[in-house]
């Protein structure tokens, strides 16, 4: 039976894109539940204590406390508030729940390095799930399927995610500068996050270049090239990303 830090609330996750402080207040809340076990209570608890407990500096965690507090991530308790709560991060509606039994524990470091790739991943779970849903709009195999994805198509429009109910989506990937404005980062630190997510396979990534031969041009200005070379022209475009089985069931993907 998994414990309930292998779980943590799609509320938290909304609340934390692009906000970076508020990500690794939410790692370090994991990662202080992890060490844990079983138990929540961190008893007569105080910097110190922590550095030794989750080998972090004791300012790091000075600086983080006041959000993880401001987030109901952690409370105090006790007569002199001497003890350190740490909150449960799940929903008690199991499909509100993200499962996160694959992030990395070893360290504060590597869940918020999971945390940042799990933020990708669902940047990418939200266009599969529009695409999803238009296509079974238009062509439901049951009446029961095409009145739900109308009733989620016109949430989506409600949403401004989609013009219409008869909008059509086309791929046009995720580029690094899209990530690095979910997650919050530079685009530099978003390519670590994509490489991160493809060394744990929690995805694969498909790359779209198209070379044009075009001799003479000579690294020269092409419109509608994305820069060219001496005797080519290149077109890049940004790439997609398919998830693995195993992280679309713990997103509650079908």
Not at 55 to 84: A, S, W
Not at 90 to 103: E, Q, W, Y
Request: charged share 25%; glycine share 6%.
């Amino acid at each position: 039976m998994k414990s309930r830090v292998e779980y943590i609330s799609r509320k938290i996750t909304n609340e934390i894109v692009g906000e970076t402080q508020k990500q690794k207040a939410v790692a370090l809340a994991l990662y202080l539940k992890k060490l844990c076990g079983r138990g929540s209570t961190i008893r007569n608890y105080n910097p110190y204590k922590i550095q030794k407990m989750a080998r972090i500096h004791t300012e790091t965690f000075k600086k983080y406390l006041p959000i993880m507090v401001d987030m109901g991530l952690v409370r105090f308790d006790g007569k002199n508030n001497e003890h350190l709560v740490i909150s449960c991060m799940r929903s008690k509606h199991k499909a509100r729940n993200i499962d996160i039994h694959r992030f990395s524990f070893k360290s504060f470091k590597s869940v918020y390095n999971s945390l940042r790739a799990f933020l990708l991943l669902i940047l990418q779970q939200r266009k599969d799930y529009v695409c999803r849903t238009l296509q079974i709009a238009r062509n439901p195999k049951k009446g029961q399927d095409f009145n739900s994805a109308r009733k989620a198509v016109k949430r989506l429009v409600k949403q401004g995610v989609l013009k219409s109910v008869y909008d059509s989506v086309k791929e046009l990937g995720l580029s690094y500068k899209r990530i690095a404005k979910e997650v919050g980062v530079c685009v530099r630190t978003a390519e670590r996050v994509v490489s991160y997510a493809l060394q744990k396979r929690w995805c694969r990534k498909q790359t779209h270049f198209l070379r044009i031969e075009m001799r003479g041009v000579n690294r020269m200005y092409v419109e509608g090239f994305t820069f060219t070379t001496r005797n080519y022209g290149f077109i890049v475009t940004a790439n997609t990303y398919t998830l693995s089985k195993g992280v679309r069931q713990s997103l509650g993907m079908v």
